[in-house]
């Protein structure tokens, strides 16, 4: 890609041609989108969506897709059948012949579904396209990591031009075990949920704290209900919210003694009612065993409620202790039971904290600034 010296704006060989593809999973469609909304201010910018269309059939009307700004020429991809299915190839190959057809000058990769696009991955690279990878997990998380995404991994991150990260903490992982230099840029800020609650009032309620997102083991919601469980004598009518869907929730539930105090929301949360868990709540809490950046934090922070979590990973880079929230130790929960007490017994803190997050996100995790980092690194590749 090259650039006006003097106007520092991109130069189009073609006025067909795009500049750069975004190619995203559904799974990150909210930071996707934000950012290539972004970028398109800047370049000619295509986007392929991949999705694994299950409960909802509706990709446009049930996702973020229908936020991308419609000068961005947009493909769809939807898959069926498992992950590692031997369907997956003709997925892949579609996805290959988009990419090849619409020869970007750089093309973005931020963790393809399929596991076979290793392959076209190589053959894009003797073609002599340009890939950034966007890696999310340098490391999987501790439930997760099989060996053939390993060594997937291995190879798109050995021949990527460029690799960006989401945090330093992952950053530096990346150069530790793969001896690459990498980019960190930050989660950006995305205020959708926000624009569905605009003129709806929702009361925040006394004592409501909050668990939202997909339940898994390294989430450490076991420590959350451990914690809440020491608390509710002391904390009158404490309330834990967990909203998430979840393979399986009876290693939860038997950790559960008082079950007046808790709300159960274990399903996938549709995003059109995601805003209401967060406007109810005082606090997110995040217990966390690993993590290596997470987007509740900001989905918390732009409706103006702070988070606790544990200093794990990326994520305690999105907490400024005892400004937009509290860190706490991981695995503990005396630790996070005192922190919840803390906030939730001190209400003049609570209320700052609260004022604070609102303006603190949007400063910190502006999406143009960071669609513009991004577009600077892009622009490396050739210098």
């Known amino acids: 890609m090259k650039l006006n010296k003097e106007s520092k704006q991109p130069i189009v060989a073609r006025s067909e041609k795009l500049q750069i593809m975004y190619c995203s999973a559904d799974y990150f469609s909210d930071i996707a989108v934000t950012i290539a909304n972004e970028l398109s201010q800047l370049c000619t910018l295509g986007f392929i969506y991949e999705c694994q269309i299950k409960k909802f059939d509706d990709v ?3 996702s973020f897709f229908h936020f991308l700004h419609k000068t961005i020429k947009t493909f769809v991809i939807k898959r069926k059948g498992r992950r590692r299915s031997l369907i997956n190839l003709y997925y892949d190959s579609i996805l290959f012949w988009k990419i090849v057809v619409s020869n970007p000058g750089v093309l973005i990769l931020e963790t393809v579904a399929g596991p076979y696009f290793v392959f076209y991955f190589l053959i894009l690279k003797i073609l002599g396209f340009k890939i950034v990878l966007m890696l999310h997990d340098v490391v999987p998380h501790s439930e997760f990591g099989h060996w053939v995404d390993e060594w997937i991994k291995k190879i798109q991150i050995r021949f990527a031009d460029q ?39 929702i009361q925040r309620e006394e004592n409501t704290i909050l668990f939202f997102g997909t339940i898994r083991p390294n989430k450490g919601l076991e420590t959350l209900i451990q914690a809440v469980e020491i608390i509710h004598n002391s904390v009158p009518n404490i309330n834990l919210i967990i909203a998430g869907q979840c393979s399986d929730f009876s290693r939860y539930e038997a950790l559960i003694k008082t079950s007046s105090i808790y709300e ?120």
């Open 264 to 383: 159960l929301h274990i399903e996938r949360i549709h995003d059109d009612v995601v805003g209401a868990f967060f406007l109810r709540s005082q606090l997110l809490v995040l217990p966390y065993h690993d993590a290596t950046q997470s987007g509740p934090p900001l989905i918390a922070y732009g409706f103006g409620c702070p988070v606790i979590a544990t200093k794990v990973g990326g994520i305690s880079e999105y907490i400024v202790d005892e400004k937009t929230g509290l860190l706490c130790e991981k695995d503990n929960p005396l630790d996070l039971a005192e922190k919840i007490c803390v906030l939730l017994n001190d209400r003049v803190r609570l209320k700052r904290m609260q004022e604070e997050v609102t303006h603190y996100v949007r400063e910190e995790y502006d999406a143009r600034k960071i669609a513009s980092k991004l577009y600077s690194i892009i622009n490396d590749i050739d210098a």
């Open 163 to 201: 690799i960006v990260t989401f945090s330093k903490n992952q950053n530096d992982m990346l150069f530790e075990i793969y001896k690459r230099e990498g980019h960190s840029i930050k989660l950006p800020y995305k205020d959708y949920y926000e624009r569905t609650y605009s003129n709806i009032s």
């Open 60 to 62: 446009k009307t049930n």
